[in-house]
Structure formats: structure tokens, C-alpha cells
């Protein structure tokens, strides 16, 4: 979508699906207000992708904008949220910086930005809010001393004044919390992951389970019972959800060392698990996977939520291979079950033109829907393009995506179809389902009614994978999406019109 940026440049980073519309909080290239170029939006759209507003997010007591990145955001009623962002003020760090946003409208009601005035000197990250039953807000901050990493639990009223600012009495570990919560016994939970160093092993990260009463002591301390070591891994992770049941979800990475066979390389393989309130019991724990291991993929996770029978982790795909770069889904059952995974490539008509693709946010629809907001990186015009989906439960944008199956095949004579295309009539964009995985690249021509051929690129398909490709320059009419292989010369045709 166009929300205002310089050259259409802005990225996408939280969103907020109610019945009506959809809001979506990013930054976008802005040379006009005053300060640095990357300035905060917020944008509402509605369920068939029409832009319906888009307004600067501007707070009156400053003249420079905040800062926005994958922050948490909590609901406190209506279109009331709290933001915790980050705001250059001119010191060696960014500052964590609450707001009160109207999201509706766009206007920021309240600020305060969160310094800790213990170590005002040093690096101070906000990592997680959560507005209580009390009508308090709990912020989670880390702060970054020498080798060390500190925890602290601030503790705010409605009017942003500070009651409480608890530093967790933990000299020794360094602990990255992305996650917490303030019991009914007034304890606190800290989820986040730690670099375990004892001594013997070599040192790796692990998730960890924290329980600390009021004043800040440990009463119980431990890592997860998964059978290896799963971290959380990017900043501003929220890929940590309960069941109704009180037991934790959770998507994080698995880090492999593969230096045995190049230089420095490595991988990052993709988990959901689960266990037991206080870490005790691992109740399942599922591996997602679908690269191989000569390409050392790597996934990077942004953000989790609850989808029909089980739960669907969103991030990116990263890889030196032939398989491209791209935005990834996959999906646990409520039991554990690997549903499925998938990758969303925006193929455009110029090969090699997209750098990256990521998936900062993913919600659930009170329609069952999926909304997936994030960013493109354009190789041709250095450009970085704000990135909307609407999926089904299954993920799929072209329905009956979840049908495919994965094994290698050309494109042969047959009178089978290969590839599918949706939606059809077309305005924007056109989507194209690969059925098979092929060795061979295959060209696609966008041909016109007439026989003449507009556009020709060619890739390498993936079984599941789903392909955007751009048609928003077309005049409207009919026309042509052929795909062959150039090897054995056999092609399939697709009709479609532009509207």
C-alpha cells in the first residue's frame, strides 16, 4: 500500500484487526516533519485492503519522531492501547518512551519516556508491556552494564507515574526477558532466554522460566525442558503465548553449528513447544523445517498468535541458496501436530529485484482470517516497500494451498496444471501456487489477448511455496499467464483478467 512515505518507502511492524477494519502501526520515509527521515504512521484499512486513513503519529511535546520497531503494544479498552517505542533525545542510547495512543484516531493522549535513574548513563531497553486487572502497566526493561545484563519491572499508574521499579536480584546470568506478567500472589513471572555458561559445555542460549516476588528475589529459576536448546533470539520477539489451560507456547530457534563444513556457518531452525506452568514437564516440542541442510537456512521469528486448532508463528527466511527469500508461516495443533509451512515470495517481474522479505506481526481476525504485516527490500530501486496479506486459516492465499504436496517434478506433458492462480478476476496483485518442487527454472510470460508477450521472467518453483506477482500496471483486460520449462519446452496457460 501507498501510506505516504517518499517514493512509497515505509515498512510495516504491528497490527490490530478488530470487526471493522484493520490498524496497522509502521515508520515511513518522511522528509517534510522535522527530524530523521524514518518517521511513525499509522494506517486503518479495510478487510478487502482499501486504505482507509493514514495519519503521522506525532506526539506535541517534541519536535523529532519516535522510533518504532517490533515493540509490544497492549489493549486497555475501546481503541485505547499503550505503546512502548523508543526515542532518540541526543544521549549515547535510544530511551524507552510509553505512550497512550488513540488508535483510531492517532492521537497520543499521554508519553512519558522510561529512564532508569539508577544507571541513567547506561543502555536501557523496553521489552514487553501488559496493562493489568489492576489498572496498572507493567513495563519489562533490560538493562545492558559491562558483560552483564540486568532485568527490571517497572510498575506505572493510569497517569504514567512510576509505583514500583524492581530490579531482579540476578548478578550472575545473562538474562534476556521478552516476557512478563505480575502473578495474583503479587510474584511476577519473566519469560525470556538466557547464554548459559557453566563451564563445561560450550556456551549456548536457552528460554528460561523466572518467579520473583515484589522486592525483586528469585524464588524459582529455570530453563525449559525442551531436549535442546531453543532461544528466542531477535529483539522484541513475541512469540510467547499461555493456553487456556495455563501452560506455555512458545516459538523459538534452535542455533547449529555448522562450521565443520564452511567458515562461520551455521543455522537457525524453527520450534514451537510447549510445557508445563513453572517449565516443569515439556508436553511436546515440534521441529519445522523444509530446506536442506546444504542451503544452512536460516529463519529469523517476529511474532506468534492463536489460529484455528493451534498456533502460527510468522518471520523470515534468509538463505545463500537458490530458494529464495522470503516471509514464512508455520503452524502447530493445539496438541503439537506440525500442520504446515509456508513461504510467501514477492517474485516481481525483474529477477533478483527483491532483497528480503519479513513478516514483523501476524493476528487473528475475529473472522477467523489471518492479517500478516511486514516489509520488502527492493534490489533495483533501493527502495523498502510496506508489505499487507489477509490469509485463510490455512495460510493460503490461493485456496486449497494446504493440498500440495512436496515432491520434485518438471513440468511435463500432461494434461495436469502445475501451478494455480488466484484471484481471478485480478486488480493488484496475482498469486500464483506452485504444486511441484523443480531443479529447472521455469519461465513465466505474461502474455496479452492479442498473443503479445508483456513480461518474461523465470525462478526455480518450490512445492507450497505462494508467489506475488505484481499486475497493478496492466490496462484492464484479458490476458495470459504462461509457464514453461524451458528444457523440455512443455508450458501450461492461465487466463486471467485484469480489472
Known amino acids: ?113 522510561i529512564i532508569n535513574e539508577q544507571y541513567p548513563d547506561l543502555g536501557y531497553s523496553g521489552n514487553y508491556i501488559k496493562y493489568n486487572y489492576d489498572n496498572s502497566i507493567l513495563l519489562v526493561n533490560s538493562l545492558h552494564k559491562a558483560d552483564s545484563v540486568k532485568t527490571f519491572i517497572t510498575i506505572l499508574d493510569t497517569f504514567f507515574n512510576i ?6 536480584k540476578d548478578k550472575y546470568r545473562k538474562n534476556y526477558a521478552y516476557f512478563g506478567r505480575i502473578n495474583s500472589d503479587e510474584t511476577y513471572t519473566i519469560i525470556g532466554y538466557t547464554l548459559v555458561e557453566d563451564g563445561i ?50 516459538s523459538g530457534l534452535q542455533y547449529e553449528d555448522r562450521s565443520s563444513i564452511c567458515f562461520n556457518c551455521y543455522q537457525l531452525i524453527p520450534y514451537i513447544f510447549s510445557c508445563t506452568s513453572e517449565f516443569g514437564t515439556l508436553l511436546w516440542q515440534t521441529r519445522f523445517y523444509d530446506v536442506p541442510n546444504n542451503n544452512f537456512p536460516q529463519y529469523f521469528l517476529h511474532s506468534m498468535t492463536h489460529a484455528e486448532g493451534g498456533y ?19 503452524k502447530a495443533a493445539l496438541n503439537g501436530d506440525s500442520l504446515w509451512m509456508k513461504h510467501y515470495v514477492p517474485l ?16 487473528t481476525t475475529p473472522y477467523g482470517t489471518i492479517i500478516v504485516v511486514g516489509a520488502i527490500g527492493d534490489n533495483e530501486e533501493q527502495k523498502v516497500r510496506p508489505w499487507i496479506l489477509q490469509l485463510d486459516s490455512d495460510g493460503c492465499l490461493v485456496p486449497g494451498c494446504n493440498t500440495v504436496s512436496t515432491h520434485e517434478e518438471n513440468i511435463t506433458a500432461s494434461k495436469k496444471d502445475y501451478f494455480k492462480i488466484y484471484p481471478n478476476p485480478v486488480s493488484d496483485e496475482l498469486y500464483l501456487l506452485s504444486t511441484i518442487t523443480s531443479n529447472d527454472p521455469v519461465n513465466i510470460s505474461l502474455v496479452s489477448n ?50
Open 312 to 330: 502460527v508463528a510468522a518471520g523470515d527466511y534468509v538463505s545463500g541458496s537458490s530458494f529464495p527469500q522470503s516471509g514464512v508461516l508455520f
Open 1 to 113: 500500500p501507498d501510506v505516504g512515505g517518499v517514493g512509497g518507502q515505509a515498512m510495516c511492524y504491528i497490527s490490530v484487526p478488530d470487526s471493522n477494519s484493520i490498524k496497522i502501526i509502521g515508520n515511513r520515509y518522511d522528509t517534510i516533519l522535522p527530524g530523521p527521515n524514518d518517521k511513525p504512521w499509522l494506517g486503518e484499512f479495510d478487510y478487502s485492503g482499501d486504505n482507509l486513513n493514514v495519519v503521522a503519529l506525532v506526539d506535541s511535546q517534541y519536535t523529532t519522531p519516535f522510533n518504532v520497531f517490533n515493540n509490544p503494544l497492549a489493549h486497555k479498552k475501546g481503541n485505547i492501547y499503550y505503546y512502548y517505542a523508543k526515542r532518540d533525545i541526543g544521549e549515547t542510547y535510544y530511551i524507552p518512551y510509553l505512550m497512550e495512543l488513540n488508535i483510531k484516531s492517532g492521537k497520543i493522549l499521554r508519553s512519558k519516556l
Open 450 to 499: 492479442d498473443g503479445k508477450v508483456l513480461k518474461v521472467r523465470n525462478f526455480n518453483p518450490s512445492a507450497g511455496y505462494q508467489y506475488i506477482l505484481p499486475v497493478s500496471d496492466l490496462v484492464p483486460g484479458s490476458y495470459y499467464l504462461v509457464i514453461t520449462n524451458p528444457k523440455t519446452n512443455q508450458s501450461e496457460s492461465h487466463s486471467f483478467i485484469r480489472l
Open 163 to 168: 509505583k514500583k521499579n524492581i530490579e531482579i
Open 201 to 250: 559445555h560450550p556456551n549456548y542460549s536457552q528460554i528460561f522460566y523466572n518467579k520473583v516476588d515484589s522486592i525483586g528475589n528469585i524464588l524459582k529459576y529455570k530453563l525449559a525442558p525442551t531436549t535442546i536448546p531453543i532461544e528466542l533470539g531477535i529483539a522484541y520477539t513475541r512469540t510467547v503465548t499461555e493456553d487456556e489451560f495455563g501452560h506455555w507456547i512458545i
Open 348 to 363: 516481481n517481474w525483474e529477477n533478483n529485484r527483491v532483497a528480503w522479505a519479513n513478516f514483523n506481526d501476524i493476528q
